[in-house]
């Protein structure tokens, strides 16, 4: 993507005006993001992929502690680790009906590509471990932007296995370090279809020296 801009010195409040020409499509492809696991192959590899992880790396890190773990599964070895998802699953959910067993499988199976969202806390250190874990909330959200923006897409999924163990172990994520979900990886099937999101006005609100108050609050 390419930027124009135009400086022109003429100190002051106008000293430097930089013109972006393209601002304006960068930030409505942001807006455009939605996640999905309507997923169909490519899923992004090599240095591709590095690339878009790169982006989860520059979210915010107060004492730059680095607590992202991104491990990936892709090609022959999504059947297997579907089944260790399944696994943990029951160990951790035994109660779990078996058509949401077979769903997850076969999603996980025939997924483009897993990216497990591993967590390195240090839960002894001065930043707290909230901190510790918006940092790793925030890379998430860099990548799914990140592959939105190379035209690829993807979505967020939690569980029950992310507490057991045994799965933790083998994405290399060893007691007191945790798994914060999976993103499942792809081309959307349908690229044109973006959900619908609320007008931000009720979200937001202008401070003015009074308590702020939200639209969104009001019954």
């Known amino acids: 993507m390419q930027f124009m801009h135009a400086i022109f010195p003429l100190g002051g409040m106008l000293g430097a005006i930089h013109i972006s020409i393209m601002s304006k499509s960068v930030l409505d492809t942001l807006l455009s993001r939605a996640s999905t696991d309507q997923l169909v192959e490519p ?18 890190d107060h004492g730059r502690l680095r607590p992202w ?24 959910a035994p109660d779990t009906p078996d058509f ?6 076969e999603k996980f199976r025939t997924i483009p590509a897993i990216i497990a969202l591993g967590f390195h806390v ?21 990548v799914l932007n ?7 897409s993807g979505v967020w999924v939690t569980g029950a296995f992310q507490k057991d163990q045994q799965l933790l172990e083998s994405l290399g ?18 690229p044109e279809l973006s959900k619908p999101r609320p007008d931000i006005k009720p979200y937001m609100a202008i ?7 939200f639209a969104a609050d009001e019954d």
């Open 43 to 60: 899923a992004p590899s090599g240095i591709e992929l590095e690339r878009i992880l790169s982006a989860g790396l520059r979210a915010p």
């Open 122 to 142: 240090q839960p002894e250190g001065k930043i707290p471990v909230s901190e510790q874990e918006a940092a790793v909330a925030a890379g998430a959200m860099n």
């Open 69 to 92: 773990r991104y491990t990936v599964i892709a090609g022959e070895y999504r059947t297997a680790f579907a089944d260790q998802v399944c696994d943990a699953v029951i160990r951790q």
């Open 100 to 105: 949401k067993l077979k769903k997850r499988r």
């Open 146 to 152: 990140a592959l939105h923006f190379e035209g690829f």
């Open 173 to 190: 994520l060893t007691t007191p370090h945790r798994l914060e979900g999976f993103l499942l990886v792809g081309t959307p099937s349908n």
């Open 207 to 213: 401070w003015n020296g009074k308590n702020a108050s």
